[in-house]
């Protein structure tokens, strides 16, 4: 509780009064407040910092009985220790009572009487003073554990929203900087990897939907291990499909090297898933496309669902480079064969022609990686 003295605002038209109330209290410590009038003492009370009133009945003007209602329905006061003074029995009591007071002391005064009545009170009143602040205090931090906790939902919501097409490394480095703005529409040149499942379609016409769910929850998990070991970004996946691409958010000189490293590295994971879904009697495959090429890319959606796009060219050739590759195939457009000359070991395929383009593109299959010349983690 607080040690500032306590104060007592005492109220009595009869100056003697007041002085014999301050000579006995002052010594104790009290601090006096004297008001001569009831109007005089509400002017005072919301200045004043009271902890008590001694309040006398009879005064000119308001008496005691309508100073003590007038205090209780003032909105902070409600609760401030009122004690009257009477000079007779116990009907001037139990109007007192109905007015609102908390004590009495009788006239003459009884100076013992005065300071065990004014310290008993004073000691409630800190307590009621004490109990308020701790409920304020409660109720700021309440507000603002309410604020922390929002910006934190808000925070994980954020987190959750870029980790659906980011790599763990990258989220790290968005939360660190604060920046979103590359989510912004731009321009940029990428390397796209489409891949999907050879056979699926009919996989899933034929088999129970658990079946099909069990063995897109093996092959997600393993390719999107590898999506994040490289680093790369996931621009969606539609059952067995998906799309990653590199040099985009964050750009990277070895954009062709990562997607071609991470395309051997998924067709081995996919060789391996395949074998114990053809001892299940599940005959599955895995095809790859890879291509370069300038795509705009931004954030798209609405509100509470965005996705991170890439829209161009690029896209829809990488796809039908997919759709043309062979069970375990990697099929890979001439520039990024170019650019990865010397790490990928392969050989050229012709010119295909690709649905949605108006001229034959030339492929290579890649089958395989020069280990010694890896720039990345595989």
Known sequence: MSDDPITVLAVDDLPQNLRLLDAVLSPRGYRMLRATTGEEALAMLPTAGADLVLLDIVMPGIDGYEVCRRIRNTPGFEFLPVVMITASGDQEKIRAIEAGADDFVSKPFNQGELLARVASLARVKRYQDTIERQAAELAAWNRELEARVDAQVDELQRVNRLRRFLSPQLVDLVIDSGDEGFLDSHRREIVVVFCDLRGFTPFAEGSEPEEVMGVLAEYHAAMGELIYRFEGTLERFTGDGMMVFFNDPLPCDDAAERAVTMAVAMRDRAAQLAE????????????????????????????????????????????????????????????????????????PVGELELRGFTRPVRAFAVTGIDETKVGVAT
């Open 276 to 347: 114990g879904w053809s001892r299940r009697g599940n005959d599955l495959g895995f095809g790859v496309g890879i291509a370069q090429g300038f795509a705009t890319l931004g954030r798209i959606g609405f509100e509470g669902r965005f996705d991170y796009a890439a829209i161009g060219s690029v896209t829809n050739l990488a796809a039908r480079l997919c759709a043309a590759a062979e069970p375990s195939q990697i099929l890979v457009a001439q520039r990024v064969y170019s650019a990865t000359e010397g790490l990928a070991i392969g050989h």
